[in-house]
């Protein structure tokens, strides 16, 4: 069997992914395949206008279930045994649609909220639908885990999109602090709702959590733009990664001892309210 995208391009989550059930582990890698597709187009090298029309191919395929492709395929049985609204994928395709131009340029927190949402957060909502979760609560903590994930993702890769031409934030150490802050409030925010999400999938969120912020704590003992320049990729190591996962063991026993009462979710005052039904897609 051929290696899944997860194990290939997501170390953070394929670790967390062990202690899924299996089953479970395969329906996610699935929902990552797909959504690696539609990544790969933005991101491969070659012609912009070539890659567009791969995007609009591609897209189109998935629209009309075309289902000669397996990635499409298993996407469409996802979304009908677990109810996935298909504008939580629309939302997706705009998102990474919106990379597919020479120049990208986002000029305030808003626009890499939305980009964020789009790109990420559909995957964490899709995820959690996946693993069952009811509560909207959670669902929306999904999407906070997915943006928070996300802006991680832009803090670190700084210099690599600008090699892109893409400048999702300034090339400046205190705005990469700034946008890791703010990641930090959504990692913080959807903590407490993963309590509602079912025990057998509980812990590897947590592990999930834990090892991804970890890439943005480890950005921050930079100190300065220097550093930061030098660093290479930054990542977790296995050892790190073990770490974490043993502190992800506190976190689980600690959300046995936390109160349901409704949880207040960032994002239902955040910017990306105010331009995506979340309703609509939860």
């Known amino acids: 069997m051929p ?9 953070s989550f394929n670790w967390a992914g062990f202690f899924l059930p299996r089953k479970t582990y395969k329906k996610c890698s699935d929902l990552y395949d797909f959504c690696r597709v539609i990544d790969n187009i933005a991101d491969d090298e070659g012609e912009l206008e070539i890659k567009k029309l791969k995007f609009l191919e591609f897209k189109k395929s998935f629209f009309n279930k075309d289902l000669s492709s397996e990635k499409i395929k298993n996407m469409w049985e996802l979304v009908n045994e677990f109810s996935i609204s ?24 808003k626009e ?16 959690a639908k996946i693993l069952k979760v009811n509560s909207k609560d959670a669902l929306l903590a999904a999407i906070e885990l997915g943006v928070a994930m996300q802006l991680t993702n832009i803090a670190r890769d700084v210099v690599e999109d600008r090699n892109k031409n893409r400048k999702y934030i300034e090339h400046d150490f205190q705005k990469i602090r700034q946008t ?3 990641a930090d409030e959504y990692y913080i925010s959807a903590f407490k709702a993963i309590k509602t999400i079912p025990a057998n999938s509980r812990f590897a969120i947590l592990v999930a959590r834990r090892v991804y912020r970890e890439i943005g704590h480890k950005i921050l003992r930079k100190k300065n733009l220097e550093d930061y320049n030098n660093s290479g990729k930054i990542y977790v190591t296995k050892i790190g990664k073990i770490k974490q996962t043993i502190f992800s063991v506190f976190d689980f026993i600690h959300l046995l001892f936390v109160k349901s009462e409704r949880h207040s979710n960032i994002i239902e005052n955040s910017e990306i309210k105010s331009e ?4 609509e897609r939860i």
Not at 276 to 279: D, P, Q, T
Request: glycine share 8%; proline share 0%.
């Open 86 to 109: 298909v504008k939580i994928i629309e939302d997706l395709f705009d998102g990474v649609e919106g990379d597919l131009k020479y120049k990208v340029q986002f000029n305030n927190k």
């Open 276 to 279: 995506i039904n979340l309703n």
């Open 3 to 11: 290696e899944s995208y997860l194990s290939i391009y997501a170390k």
């Open 180 to 182: 890791l802050k703010v």
């Open 112 to 127: 890499l909220l939305i980009y964020s949402y789009k790109v990420a957060g559909t995957v964490g909502l899709m995820m």
